[in-house]
């Protein structure tokens, strides 16, 4: 069984979609989640301390991690800004599928409202400040992709139903 590697702007399910691909059969992992736990602190508090440099590079050693252990069967949800580095598009590619699950604006405005755990989205309109990141990171989200997967509107079941029909 081939890694799948989930990649999207933050609230576009990619931890929620893992675990429930985990029940199907696949070992998930999310990479924010990694980090929190070797670093004993939350990603809010990693920023304040060092800055978001610090934190992607960070990133960029988790997946190395995943590349070289070999591991297979597994469904990596990674942070939303991971895919920005090129060595990591790279490194996803040899981790296995990447799957982009892209949501509208006003889907991740409506999941992230109230979320207080996103520093990239601190200060300023909401709205405005994921248009913003989303111009920035859409192209490459869409490069690093084997697979483009809408979920707008769409349940688990479906989606999974999509990704298995792509993959064959």
């Known amino acids: ?4 590697i989930l990649i ?3 609230g576009s399910g990619k931890s929620s979609f893992g675990r429930f691909l985990g029940r199907k059969g696949y070992r998930f992992t999310d990479t924010d ?3 929190v736990e070797r670093e004993h602190t939350s990603i809010n508090d990693i920023f304040a301390a060092h800055g978001e440099e610090y934190f992607r590079d960070l990133e960029t050693k988790v997946i190395t991690e995943l590349v070289e252990s070999g591991e297979r069967g597994l469904v990596v ?10 060595c ?7 981790l296995g599928k990447v799957i982009y699950l892209r949501a509208d604006i006003k889907t991740l405005v409506n999941r992230l409202s109230g979320d207080s755990n996103r520093p990239l989205l601190k200060g300023g309109n909401l ?20 697979i483009i997967l809408d979920t707008d509107n769409k349940t688990f079941d479906r989606m999974y ?4 029909k792509a993959l064959k």
Do not use: C, H, Q
């Open 1 to 4: 069984m081939n890694n799948i």
């Open 8 to 10: 999207g702007f933050m």
């Open 33 to 35: 989640d990694m980090i």
């Open 77 to 86: 949800s990674v942070g939303g800004g991971l895919p920005v580095r090129e």
């Open 88 to 94: 990591n598009r790279k490194l996803l590619r040899r």
């Open 127 to 146: 709205t405005d400040r994921i248009s913003t990141l989303m111009r920035e990171r859409k192209s490459i989200y869409e490069d690093a992709a084997d």
């Open 161 to 164: 139903n999509e990704i298995r």
